[in-house]
C-alpha cells in the first residue's frame, strides 16, 4: 500500500508540473482528490486491511492528500500571478502622459454684471428682493397706475397669459409685493428677468434682464435719488463719471427723468460711442407717485420715495463692450469663455 501511495504522489506531482492552465489544475484536483478519484480508490480498499494496518494507511492517505492540495495551491497562485501580471501589461497607464483637461465653465456676463451691481447695493445697505416671472396684471399695471386700456400697456407689447395673468414686462410689480408685505422703511433692489414681445436683434430681445430699486421713507426726496445714482455711476463706470437727469414722464413715478453718465469710452468729450454727445442713457428714475403708495397701503402724506430700473444687459454692454444683444443669448462657448 505505501509502495502505491507513494507512485499516487508522483504521479500527481508530475500532473501538476505539466499542467498548462488553471481549468488543468482542477481536472488533477478531480483525477487525485474527487469523490471517485485515486486517493479516494485507496481509502475504500482499505476495508480489506487488518485493524492494526488501517489507522496507519489513513494516516498516510491523509498525509498525501494534504500535500497535494498544498501543490496545486502553489500551482494555483503561479497561475494567478502569471494572469495578474500579463493583465497589468495589456492595461498598464503611463502615468507620464500628459492628463486630460477639462473645460470649465464661465459665468455669463449678465450673471456677472447682476453681481456685481447687488454688491454694490447690499453695500449702500440695500436688501434683494425677488418675485414670480408669472405676475398678475393687477400687480404689473394697475398698481402701479397703468390702469388698463392705458397706452403704456401697448408700449410693452405684453405676453398675456389670459385676461389676469401675464409674462412680467418689467420688475416693478416685486416692488409691488414688498410695499403690500414689508413694514417701512424699504430699501430693496429687484433684479430679475422681463419678457416683452420685441423681434430679436442687435438692440432688442423678448427675454431680458433688469434692476430696479426703491426706497421708501420719511423725507426721502429727489436729492437722495440724484445721490444715489451718482454713488452707484461712479462705482460702475469709474469715480469720474457724472450723471445728467432730464425730464421724462413714467406712470409710476412721478417727477420722472431719464438718467445718461458722461461716456466711459471718451469721458465725456464726444465718440462714437455717445454719438459725439458725451453722455450715454443708462436708466430711468423718478419720485414714487403718490398714488402707487397709495394703492400698496402706505400714506404718500407720511412717506415718500423713489424707484429707478436699469437694463442689465445694457450696463453689461457697457461694461464689457458688446455691441449687440445676441451674443449674450447664444450660449457660444467662444464668446463666454472671454469672461
Not at 227 to 245: P, W
Not at 320 to 326: E, G, M, T, W
Amino acid at each position: 500500500m505505501k509502495e502505491k501511495l507513494e507512485q499516487l504522489e508522483i504521479n500527481a506531482n508530475s500532473l501538476i508540473v505539466n499542467a498548462k492552465s488553471l481549468k488543468e489544475l482542477e481536472d488533477v484536483r478531480l483525477k487525485m482528490l474527487g469523490k471517485k478519484g485515486e486517493l479516494t480508490s485507496v481509502l475504500r480498499g482499505m476495508a480489506s486491511l487488518s485493524s492494526e494496518e488501517r489507522p496507519k494507511v489513513g494516516q498516510m492517505v491523509n498525509d498525501l492528500r494534504s500535500r497535494i492540495e498544498e501543490k496545486l495551491s502553489d500551482a494555483e497562485n503561479i497561475f494567478a500571478n502569471e494572469a495578474l501580471n500579463r493583465k497589468l501589461e495589456e492595461e498598464a497607464l503611463d502615468i507620464t502622459l500628459p492628463g486630460k483637461s477639462r473645460l470649465l465653465g464661465h459665468k455669463h456676463p449678465i450673471t456677472l454684471t447682476i453681481e456685481s451691481l447687488s454688491e454694490i447695493f447690499l453695500g449702500m445697505g440695500y436688501q434683494i428682493a425677488e418675485g414670480p416671472d408669472i405676475e398678475l396684471d393687477r400687480n404689473n399695471f394697475e398698481l402701479l397706475n397703468i390702469p388698463k386700456g392705458h397706452p403704456a400697456r401697448d408700449v410693452q407689447d405684453t405676453f398675456y397669459i389670459d385676461d389676469d395673468i401675464v409674462l412680467r414686462t418689467h420688475t416693478s410689480p416685486v416692488q409691488v409685493r414688498v410695499m403690500q408685505s414689508q413694514s417701512l422703511p424699504i430699501r430693496v433692489i429687484c433684479p430679475g428677468r422681463v419678457y416683452r414681445s420685441d423681434t430679436a436683434d442687435a438692440t432688442h430681445s423678448p427675454v431680458f434682464h433688469q434692476l430696479e430699486g426703491l426706497v421708501v421713507d420719511k423725507g426721502i426726496t429727489m436729492g437722495d435719488l440724484i445721490g444715489t445714482l451718482q454713488t452707484v455711476a461712479a462705482k460702475i463706470f469709474g469715480e469720474n463719471t457724472k450723471v445728467r437727469l432730464r425730464p421724462h414722464h413714467f406712470q409710476f413715478t412721478e417727477p420722472s427723468a431719464e438718467v445718461d453718465v458722461t461716456c466711459w469710452e471718451c469721458g465725456g468729450k464726444g465718440c462714437r460711442v455717445c454719438k459725439n454727445e458725451g453722455f450715454v442713457e443708462i436708466l430711468g428714475a423718478g419720485m414714487v407717485n403718490p398714488r402707487v403708495l397709495q394703492m400698496s397701503g402706505i400714506d404718500p402724506e407720511v412717506y415718500s420715495g423713489f424707484a429707478f430700473g436699469l437694463g442689465i444687459e445694457r450696463i453689461a454692454s457697457c461694461k464689457y463692450n458688446i455691441d449687440s444683444l445676441k451674443p449674450l443669448f447664444e450660449n457660444d462657448i467662444r464668446f463666454l469663455s472671454q469672461f
